[in-house]
Each structure stands twice: as structure tokens, then as C-alpha cells.
């Protein structure tokens, strides 16, 4: 009788809990779906910095092209170039590059008359070890003076 009650028990608490090659299944699956949380989570990351990196880059193109388009003494047709100061770029190295250029003109233009300038700037910045550029375009009237207008 003894032996029967002990069959059964061994018999119930078998049912009710877990076997050793059930928890390692189950410890298997987990980390399957850890390691693929963790790969969509660093990807969201990169991509995150990626984002970040393209909004900086945007709002230093907007203020150097607010600063370049006001500068009356900027030279036409002639490249210039700079860096930006790293704490404005987040520590990453960066610069700008800009030209401009006469877009359109009067007719028969003479000095006092306006034209239109437009102004082409390059920003860049180093991302991984690769150089990454957003390019912007602006206009600005101005009045032509005699040295605008000799070939």
C-alpha cells in the first residue's frame, strides 16, 4: 500500500512542475528572443544617431546660410570654405563650403539696379570613418555696384 501512495506521488509532483529539458527549451527560446530584441534595439539606435546627425547638420546649414546671405562682402564666384567649431557639431569634425554665384540679372544692368545672387552651401561632416554632405540653396537680391559689372 505504502509503495502504491509513493507511485502516486512521484506521479503528481511530476505534473506539477517543469522538466529539466522543458526549462532549458524554454531558456533557449528566451535567449532567441533576447539576442533579436537587442538587434532591433541597436539598429534603432543607429539609426536614431543617423537622425541626429542629419538635423544638426540641417540647422548649421540654415544659420551659415542666414550668415553668408546677410554678409554683403561675400565674394562672387570664388569658393570659400571653413570648419565648424566641434562643439556645434557635437565633437564630430565638420565645415561648410560655399559660392556665390549672379542667378539673374537685368537686362541692360547698370549700377544701382538689383540682381538676384544665389548662394550654393555645402556642409560635411565625418559619420564612421565616412564623409557625409547636405547641400542648401539660397537667393539674395542686391544692388549691383560698377565693380558687379566689369567683365
Known sequence: MKKKSQEKSQKKSRRNG??????????????????????????SMRNASRVTNRD???????????????????????????????SLTGGVEGGWRA?????????????????LDRMSLEIWWMASGERRTFALGGYRTHVLRPEDLQP
Open 18 to 43: 517543469f522538466t529539466l529539458l522543458e526549462m532549458m527549451v524554454a531558456t533557449l527560446i528566451m535567449g532567441i528572443a533576447v539576442i533579436g530584441l537587442m538587434a532591433e534595439i541597436t539598429a
Open 56 to 86: 544638426r547638420a540641417a540647422l548649421l546649414a540654415r544659420s551659415k546660410m542666414d550668415e553668408l546671405l546677410l554678409d554683403p562682402q561675400f565674394p562672387l564666384d570664388t569658393l570659400v570654405a571653413g570648419p565648424f567649431d566641434p
Open 99 to 115: 559660392r556665390l554665384t549672379h542667378f539673374e540679372m537685368p537686362p541692360s544692368p547698370a549700377p544701382g539696379q538689383q540682381s
